[in-house]
């Protein structure tokens, strides 16, 4: 309903690409927000407040890990992606041993 209402305003444009729903602001919409950025405040603030800024840059980080780890399974060889699934899993093994709080080096 909320965006139902912001296209009938003319401030979104709601169009499907490739299969999804998407909106993106108009020309219109742009120039709501520029007039309005004080009275909008930041919509990621509260988010940021509630997860923190340390768990969104792991998030990030794994972002970035799962595009990567599609490339190699995408275009890499048998090889690569053996050598790939080596890493992922010392790397889960990894995790664990942080929150057990024991870096396995003795």
Not at 69 to 81: F, L, R, Y
Not at 93 to 102: C, G, N, P, Q, V
Request: hydrophobic residues 40%.
């Amino acid at each position: 309903p909320a965006l139902a209402q912001l296209e009938d305003e003319g401030l979104v444009l709601i169009e499907k690409v490739s299969g999804r729903k998407t909106a993106r602001l108009t020309d219109e919409g742009l120039a709501h927000v520029e007039e309005h950025r004080e009275d909008l405040g930041d919509p990621f603030a509260e988010v940021r407040e509630a997860v923190g800024e340390q768990e969104l840059d792991l998030r990030g980080l794994l972002h970035q890990l799962f595009g990567a780890v599609a490339q190699v399974a995408a275009a890499g060889t048998p090889e690569q992606a053996r050598q790939a699934a080596e890493i992922l899993t010392e790397a889960r093994r990894s995790m664990y041993r942080i929150l057990a709080e024991d870096t396995g080096k003795e």
